[in-house]
Structures are given as C-alpha cells and as structure tokens.
C-alpha cells in the first residue's frame, strides 16, 4: 500500500523553539508539498518542491522553510515558533504532472504553547 | 487568481437520499478533476477523478464534468451517515503545476 509517512501525529512546542515536521514518501512521487489547514480557511500552501534540493514559495511561506535532500523526504521547518503557527499540518506528494491526484499524509496536529 | 469554489455547507441530507455537492473553477486551461473526502480531524483521501465532459461512476458516487460551464459535481446516492464529512473539490492543468483546492463543502446525512 503506498503511502505518505508524517512523522508525528501530535506535538506540542514551546514559542520559540524551532521546530521539523517530516514527511515521507513511498510512491517515488516528484512533487511534495506542505499545507495548512485552519478552520474556515481551507488549504493553504506553504512550500512545495518538484525536485530534489529544489522548492518553491507557495501561498504563506513566512515564518517557514523547506529541505528536500532526498526525492522521498520532504522537511518543513518553523524557524521559531509562534502560536499562530498553531495548525493541522498536511504533507503531500504527487507524480510530476498531478494527473492522478496527490496523496496525503496522515497530518500533524502542532500546538504551540 | 485560479479559483475553485464551492458552497460551505452545512449541507444536511436524510439517510438514502442523494447528496449533490458542487464546484466551480475559473481556468479554462484546467484538465484534471478531483474529490477528497476529509473526515473530522483526518487528512483527505481521494474518492473521485474526472478528465473528461460527462459522467463516471464509482458505486455510490458518480462524477460530473461540464468544461463549458467550468463546472463539477459529485453526487452520492443513498447516503449513508459514514458518508458525513467534509469533501474537497481540486482542479489541475494535467500539467506540471500545482492543484487548486476549494475550501470544501460539509455535508451532514441524518439517520
């Protein structure tokens, strides 16, 4: 079964730490992105990356960064957490066209207190 | 601005009626056609996919597409309560790009 890993389903971080939330990918899919997603608002992108060592600003990149050294691992980093950072985390992958779709991780609840 | 739109909800059907969600999209260039189903609290998982004018079925869901009228629906028969949730509408140019993803419509089946 393919799949898309988040490494934690819940964290809770103090303001100011810096924070990694993983993600990885089994589908040997080119493109991974990262959402948020609040109520009310949607999907909103953060990064996405279509190769490695590649990324791309998506819709709300402040206050966040990304690393894809590897095609099946895709990092995003809360250089120093805020509580509005406080959001379900979506991570997910897709072949380089998104003809069929992406695929999403299972997601990250962070609480930052 | 590529957009998708949807109606927000809640939309509240009895079990075994037909739900009929809708969504629209402003690029024309637009090829590919999706629905997620997201559960409370779960992340999205693909129910549906359409690429061309018409109608596809999958059991209980079928698909619509009008590219004319940059329109897409799904409709579920007999609704069942599990079928409760919100669901996402993403539309994609087949190309190398990104999905465009309304805000989702709630859909609520009542025993």
């Known amino acids: 079964d393919v799949k898309v890993t988040q490494s934690s389903r819940y964290l809770v971080k103090r303001t100011g730490e810096k924070v990694f939330l993983e993600c990885v990918q089994d589908?040997?899919?080119?493109?991974m992105f990262w959402y948020r997603q609040d109520p009310g608002l949607g999907l909103r992108l953060i990064y996405f990356?279509?190769?490695?060592?590649?990324?791309e600003k998506g819709d709300i990149p402040e206050g966040y960064s990304v690393s894809r050294e590897k095609k099946e691992r895709f990092s995003l980093i809360l250089e120093s957490a805020s509580t509005n950072q406080t959001s379900m985390y979506l991570c997910?992958?897709?072949?380089?066209?998104?003809?069929?779709?992406?695929?999403f991780g299972s997601g990250t609840r962070l609480t930052v207190v | 601005q590529k957009e998708v739109e949807q109606n927000s909800g809640p939309l509240s059907v009895p079990e075994g009626a037909i739900a009929s969600l809708n969504c629209t999209y402003s690029?024309?260039?637009?090829?590919?056609f999706f629905w997620y189903r997201q559960y409370s609290g779960k992340s999205p998982e693909l129910i549906m996919s359409?690429?061309?004018?018409g109608d596809k079925e999958d059991g209980r869901f079928t698909a619509q597409l009008n590219k004319a009228s940059q329109y897409v629906s799904l409709l579920i028969r007999d609704s069942q309560p599990s079928d409760s949730a919100t669901y996402l509408c993403?539309?994609?140019?087949?190309?190398?790009?990104?999905?465009?993803f309304g805000k989702g419509t709630k859909l609520s089946v009542k025993p």
């Open positions: 589908m040997d899919h080119e493109n």
């Open positions: 690029d024309r260039g637009s090829q590919s």
């Open positions: 990356s279509y190769d490695v060592k590649m990324k």
């Open positions: 359409i690429y061309s004018n």
């Open positions: 993403a539309v994609g140019r087949g190309s190398q790009g990104n999905l465009i």
């Open positions: 997910a992958s897709s072949l380089w066209n998104s003809q069929y779709g992406y695929t």
